[in-house]
């Protein structure tokens, strides 16, 4: 084995190997345990959630592998609708083609191709990253099997009376002309304005003030064309009086009444509120409460109509109302209208006043347009029904969350949902299997030769609808499209419902709950027992990672590393603004001056993993992981050191006699209890605790004491062969269960070293992932060599901390004497003595005689012993305090000098509290490093 430790020379040939082989299908004998990977987007590319989410479930699935559980984590990926369509309507663009110039079909040829060529770049990121899912069963929402499943769910659910079609509010993209979900919409604070208007009181009518008007605050002039109503708090008296009254609708010339709502607040600007239901999601329901007109002002550009259309709450056309567009607005874009609607007030005298106002602004995530709450006709699916049957299997235990918490969460929005659009007016996606005839009467099918056939309409002009159906629709059959549902087929049969489901908080709505809705309806079965939910992952300062505060960091940078000129061009290019550019750029130059050093997979993975408490945020601190490709070196090198000691030599693996020592049995009750420990807090989710275990045994025990402590048997040639071999055994075996453990966190520094001490350790098998996972022994915990390694470990560390203290050379030997020692004390004084003495590197050991004055020592305690190093002859003490009174100067002067700031009043009351801390703090330490060297002075000037 290369004696220094190369990442990138073993990972990708034993990801080949694994899949090669076959190794991440399921094969074990055990109960069934399957994860269904949350499908990424087929556009997408890895980023540390990806990073962090594939960590946890890859653990999760190597280890109930190696117990022996018939494993199955399904990998595939998700069609992105209008990322997709984004995507290859952008590359059309560049050619000057736009996609009603090729028609449907063509372009539909187009997203195909490109999904061909371009679209697996993610799947090729999550096998860098070691991901052991099952590739022969990889799927894609959009291919064969998974279509038939969509349509067959949404016609069952139609028959069920649980999806309709109804005009309703929606947020509606104005760049792409689609419906989107709340998960599609970000919120950007900016700066805007609040427009104060006058709205005159009708049939002479006054306010308590006695103005004929009544003044209303928006943030939206142009939508005021399609208000309903003006509304004011019922127990607001300013306008107790007017309510059931009218205004006249200004430039428009329409009544509208003045009603009161509970949603007003009498505090925010002169107290009313224009409502234009169809304009605005709070409105909206204003205006179901007073049964309110719906008044569509706007067509899917967003510019405002000739004629507005009027429709009541039910959809239908209100023949009632007239509410024609002026015509100077007709046509406009919205914010044009805006402009000249506003100066149509200030005209006519109607402009009381304008604020400036922060407020948060609705945007498309992919599109960057401002969102317009738009009234059109959708597809809806009926979520009340479905969400009693997924409140009750989470309330009766079946499905657990992890972290308890999120439950309530759940909880709060299933026993508050509303219902679910899930049409899109888009190309690329599953098509609405509804059909459409002359009169506009909508047939749903699975195809159309079964709706002619069902409605007898042979001969009938149909046309299918248009639109596609939300991707959360098609995700949210996920468990159990992929495993063939419809048809029952054995893997559906054997891994339904899945185990685990890791997610993380910010999509329980949008994809947990719906999977629970769907699933819970379409199967009678839960989709998983068990929903793990982690937080997300932050910058070192806990601050959420975005392009535009330039912290993104890629998982892929810190495994393969990346130069700093990289790392600029990857977080500042396309930035259209200059000085936040420049800001990016200083700031990366500052975290990372020399680019980001390659630190591997299995460095990344053990980092991610120890980051995964109970649901909390993740701050992800470079500092981690150089300090886990650290350990990843630690046990490179100690497996160099066992091979070392091993290759070719008897290691008791065939039956022959072996002697175990203190140190190999204490050692290896260690392990029992780490075996312990770590399969606990894997069972419980907490991979935080169970790296910790893994980690604090291996660095702290088997590496810093055990290593060293067998040194004295494995190099002393007049040591027994029984005893020699015992300890070689010991040696590679519990490397080798070393290796087990870790290896779900770190498969490929685990399996390189692995194949190399197999044999060594008498173990066959073709890779370690499919090896037994390590189960505790229980009677192998052996409290006497614990106890006894430990006094062992004390006594060395004794002695380690006074050569320290009084600058005695490591390589010295050194006698010692203890007092007040035990009968159990003095027994393992003699049965350690020549490993101390080769260690602790001891000339003498002496116990005190009764009545005997000890010379002048330094001292420490083991357990009630004194272990006491005689000075005389170790040091030249004249020397020794000169350096010690030079050092106490220095010290003295700084406590001096900083005390003396802190006591400048002046400086105290203009310095920034984080400098007066760290001066706090520097005192502090002066002080006691002062102390410490008065201290050591007394013990030197005393012998």
């Known amino acids: 084995m290369d004696k220094t430790y190369q990442p990138h020379a073993i990972e990708s040939n034993w990801y080949q190997t694994w899949e090669k082989n076959n190794y991440f299908a399921p094969q074990g004998s055990g109960e069934p345990y399957t994860i269904m990977i949350p499908p990424p987007n087929v556009t997408g590319s890895l980023h540390m959630g990806h990073g962090f989410n594939n960590a946890i479930m890859d653990a999760l699935i190597r280890f109930r592998r190696m117990q022996g559980r018939n494993t199955l984590w399904q990998p595939g990926t998700d069609h992105a609708g209008i990322a997709t369509q984004m995507v290859v309507e952008r590359q059309l663009a560049a050619q000057g083609i736009g996609r009603h110039d090729l028609g449907r079909e063509k372009f539909l040829e187009k997203v195909w191709e490109w999904k061909n060529q371009s679209g697996g770049t993610i799947t090729r990121q999550i096998r860098r990253l070691g991901s052991s899912v099952d590739w022969s069963r990889e799927r894609f929402t959009m291919d064969d099997g998974l279509s038939e499943a969509v349509k067959e769910a949404f016609v069952r659910l139609h028959e069920d009376g649980l999806i309709y079609r109804g005009k309703r509010l929606v947020n509606w993209d104005t760049k792409f002309h689609t419906a989107i979900s709340d998960l599609e919409v970000e919120n950007h604070d900016e700066k805007g304005s609040l427009w104060n208007l006058r709205y005159p009181l009708a049939d002479g009518k006054k306010t308590a003030e006695g103005n004929d008007y009544l003044i209303v605050a928006t943030t939206r002039p142009e939508t005021m064309l399609g208000d309903s109503a003006v509304a004011v708090h019922p127990e607001d008296e300013r306008y107790k009086a007017l309510i059931g009254s009218y205004v006249e609708l200004p430039l428009v010339g329409r009544r509208i009444p003045i009603i009161a709502d509970d949603y007003c607040d009498p505090e925010f600007g002169t107290g009313c509120v224009k409502i234009t239901p169809a304009h605005d999601f709070n409105d909206y329901e204003v205006g179901k409460r007073h049964n309110l007109p719906l008044i569509n002002i706007f067509d899917k550009n967003a510019a405002v109509l000739t004629t507005a259309q009027v429709f009541n709450l039910d959809g239908s056309v209100n023949e009632q109302i007239e509410a024609s567009t002026p015509a100077q607005f007709a046509g406009l874009d919205r914010f044009e209208a805006r402009k000249q609607i506003v100066a149509a007030f200030e005209a006519a005298g109607l402009l009381e006043k304008i604020e400036d106002h922060a407020l948060k602004v609705p945007k498309g995530d992919r599109s960057g347009t401002v969102i317009e709450p738009w009234l059109t006709d959708q597809w809806y699916v009926s979520t009340k029904p479905l969400a009693e049957k997924a409140i009750a299997v989470v309330e009766s235990g079946e499905i657990q969350f992890v972290p308890k918490q999120y439950e309530n969460m759940y909880f709060s929005w299933m026993r508050d949902i509303q219902d679910w659009c899930i049409s899109r007016q888009l190309w690329w996606g599953h098509r609405i299997p509804a059909w459409y005839d002359e009169a506009g009467n909508v047939y749903v099918g699975r195809d159309e030769a079964e709706v002619r056939a069902k409605h007898n309409l042979e001969g009938v002009a149909l046309r299918q609808d248009e639109d596609v159906l939300d991707t959360w629709f098609s995700s949210g059959l996920w468990t159990f499209s992929t495993l063939g549902w419809p048809q029952q087929t054995d893997f559906l049969k054997t891994f339904h419902p899945t185990d685990v489901l890791v997610t993380g908080f910010d999509i329980i709505f949008f994809w947990v709950a719906r999977m629970i809705m769907l699933s819970t309806h379409l199967t009678g079965q839960i989709p998983f027992k068990t929903v793990y939910v982690h937080g997300l992952v932050r910058d070192g300062q806990g601050q959420k990672m975005s392009k535009s505060k330039g912290n993104v960091l890629d998982p892929l940078d810190i495994v393969d590393g990346i130069t700093l000129d990289e790392l600029l061009e990857k977080r500042t290019s396309g930035m259209m603004q200059p000085k936040l550019a420049e800001k990016i750029a200083k700031q990366t130059k500052a975290e990372f001056p020399e680019g980001i050093a390659s630190y591997g997979t299995d460095a990344l993975r053990f980092t991610f993993c120890s980051l995964a408490t109970t649901g909390r945020d993740v701050k992800f601190d470079m500092g981690r992981v150089e300090g886990y490709r650290n350990f990843c070196n630690k046990l490179w090198n100690a497996a160099n050191f066992v091979i070392e000691n091993t290759d070719g030599q008897d290691t008791g693996v065939n039956g022959e006699e072996v002697e175990l020592s203190s140190v190999d049995r204490w050692i290896i009750s260690q392990l029992q209890r780490t075996e312990a420990e770590v399969t606990r807090q894997l069972d419980a989710f907490r991979f935080d605790l169970a790296t910790q275990a893994l980690y604090e045994f291996v660095w702290d025990q088997y590496c810093a004491w055990y290593l060293e402590l067998v040194k004295p048997v494995l190099w002393d040639e007049n040591a027994p062969i029984e005893r ?220």
């Open 724 to 943: 020699q071999r015992g300890t070689r055994r010991t040696l590679v075996r519990v490397l080798e269960v070393i290796l087990r453990l870790a290896h779900p966190f770190m498969p490929f520094i685990t399996e390189e070293i692995w194949q190399r001490i197999k044999g060594q350790a008498g173990v066959q098998g073709e890779t370690l992932m499919l090896q037994p996972w390590p189960v505790a022994n229980e009677s192998r915990i052996d409290a006497a060599a614990e106890g006894d390694i430990e006094w062992v470990k004390q006594l060395m560390l004794g002695v380690r901390q006074i050569r320290g203290e009084m600058k005695i050379s490591m390589a010295k030997r050194i006698d010692i004497i203890v007092a007040n020692a035990s009968a159990e004390d003095q027994r393992r004084l003699a049965d350690f003595e020549p490993l101390l003495n080769k260690l602790a590197k001891l000339q003498s050991v002496r116990v005190l005689a009764a009545g005997e004055e000890a010379p002048m020592s330094a001292t420490t305690l083991v357990g009630e012993m004194e272990v006491l190093v005689p000075m005389a002859g170790l040091i030249d003490k004249d020397a020794e305090l000169a350096r010690l009174d030079k050092e106490i100067a220095r010290l003295d002067g700084e406590v001096k000098r900083v005390g003396g700031k802190l006591a400048n009043e002046g400086f105290v009351a203009k310095a920034p509290a984080e400098v007066l801390e760290k001066e706090r703090a520097k005192l502090a330490e002066a002080e006691q490093a002062l102390s410490k060297m008065v201290e050591q002075r007394g013990k030197i000037a005393a012998l």
